[in-house]
């Protein structure tokens, strides 16, 4: 495997954990018989590539596997078959098939408001050719339901459950201990959300002493709401923000800016009572012997990083409800232009023929690709729920409306396994070339042919170093 692809394959964070994990396995090798040979491989800069580029090549034939057959590898993710060759959700997955069933639920549900606007839409386009082909598309079913597949996440409604997963949930991920650790390829998108809100919390410090100022200045019904975990964070805010615009003695501003303060605390306290029970499932499930899941686990107990969490999940929340509001737009505005009035106009030079003239044929075979795409999705579920071994399992099959979270969940599992692939690389390595001997790992009789070819492989890579440091002193 050439070295630049073995770079690419192993590419940070994932090389560095590579290099930490071969540095501390090189210090438990054993001295005896051959495995020095692997030892000796470790100590170079050489060797240590070929030893990587080892590594990275059964990464690549891992993630290989994986999208030979994607469909059994998520169905084995969630599913067993029984004797009887149907399929039973694994005890070990029943929350996550729970989760994605309500999630193909609600996504059923929230079909209808986007086939209504559809409708609507047929109503307004205009006579002719070309525009015929949409009003009739618009007027069926099939296609609407079959755009409504292509949504994006951010132009659908979320329930507080599914901010969750988004913003953390999705890289929680389930050990063998009944524990959830930060995994996969959504870990740093959530520690970079953990990040923000400790970033929040610690703020508040600063106002600590003019929070108390403030709220003594309020009756004693507003000092009840602004004493709520909800009403500390909105004060403490304000009090920053004033600060900010050069206010020098903030807490003398309330209890007048207070009253512009008690929506904002109500809204807090709605997103903050729908996800503080998840928060808690979720802090309870974390382990306590790892840093970043131990940071994550004291910020779901602070009840102010709650807040700053559900603030976080709020703005998602309101910008893909406007978004899912207009979830017809964009498929609108790739065909028509829209004036002040609304009135639709058939775009020039969209649909266009292998001559660059306009062809309504050019855009009933867009109409007929996506309800091809729908039939293909349709077809698959059907078998799907055929094999179902339980009425439960088959609903999330049969409501092809809420297809899209079946795709998405696939998605994120393929994406997880892959995340697997690359993070439990040098472990995979390790017991494939080695055995445990006492306190030290020697290496496999069988194996020794593998690491001598390697040596002579690492020969090859010194001269090609040596040669492009030559070659860099030169220039």
């Known amino acids: 495997m050439n070295i630049l692809v073995t770079l690419c394959l192993l590419a940070p964070p994932a090389q560095e954990d590579v290099d930490s994990d071969l540095e501390r396995l090189a210090g438990t090798l054993a001295t005896t018989g051959a495995t020095p040979k692997l030892a000796a491989l470790l100590k170079t800069d050489a060797g240590r590539l070929v030893v990587k580029e080892k590594i990275a090549e059964r990464v690549a034939k891992g993630i290989e596997r994986i999208d030979k057959d994607p469909q059994a590898q998520w169905e084995r993710s969630l599913f067993a078959e029984d004797a009887d060759g149907l399929l039973r959700v694994r005890a070990d997955r029943k929350v996550a098939f729970e989760t994605l069933a309500r999630d193909v639920a609600r996504r059923a549900k929230a079909f209808a408001a986007f086939d209504r606007a559809g409708l609507e839409l047929a109503k307004k386009i205009p006579a002719g050719e070309t525009e015929n082909c949409f009003k009739a598309a618009w007027e069926n079913r099939e296609y ?46 959530a520690l970079a959300v953990i990040a923000g809100v400790k970033a929040e ?9 003019q929070l108390a100022a403030a709220l003594s200045k309020l009756a004693d019904k507003d000092r009840t709401l602004a004493s709520t975990p909800e009403g500390k ?12 615009e050069g206010v020098e003695d903030p807490p003398a501003k309330f209890p007048g800016e207070f009253a512009g303060l008690t929506e904002e605390i109500a809204s807090l306290a709605s997103m903050g009572a729908d996800l503080r029970p998840i928060a808690a499932r ?24 709650v807040v700053c969490l559900a603030t976080l999940m709020r703005t998602t929340r309101d910008t893909r409800a406007a978004n899912a509001a207009a979830a017809v737009n964009p498929f609108r505005d790739d065909a028509f232009d829209v004036d002040e009035n609304g009135a639709l106009t058939l775009k020039k030079g969209r ?57 998405e969940h696939n998605a994120r599992v393929l994406e997880d396994l892959k995340q697997a692939e690359r993070e439990l690389a040098v472990q995979k390595f390790i017991r494939s070339y080695l055995v445990k001997e006492g306190e ?16 002579e492989r690492a020969v090859q890579v010194q001269a090609t170093l040596e040669e492009a440091a030559k070659e860099g002193k030169d220039k």
């Open 351 to 407: 649909f266009v023929d292998e001559n660059a003239k306009e062809s309504a044929a050019a855009a009933q075979a867009e109409v007929d690709a996506a309800l091809a795409e729908l039939a293909a999705t349709r077809a698959s579920l059907a078998d799907q729920a055929e094999r179902a071994g339980d009425p439960a399992i088959a609903a999330i099959f049969q409501a092809v409306e809420g297809a899209s979270a079946v795709a």
């Open 201 to 209: 919390v610690d703020s508040f410090a600063a106002v600590e002493e």
């Open 144 to 189: 609407r339901l079959a755009l409504y597949q292509r949504l994006g996440a951010d132009q659908r409604e979320a329930t507080p459950e599914e901010l969750w997963v988004e913003q953390i949930g999705r890289s929680l991920q389930p050990g063998s201990d009944g524990k959830v650790r930060l995994r996969g390829s959504y870990r740093d998108d």
């Open 282 to 305: 979720a802090a309870d499930l974390l382990p306590d012997d790892l840093e970043d899941e131990r940071r994550l686990k004291g910020l779901l107990k602070d009840e102010r990083a």
């Open 233 to 244: 964070v909105a004060v403490a805010r304000r009090l920053l923000q004033l600060a900010g």
């Open 440 to 455: 030290r790992f020697a290496l496999r009789p069988d194996r020794v042919p593998y690491v001598e070819a390697m040596a």
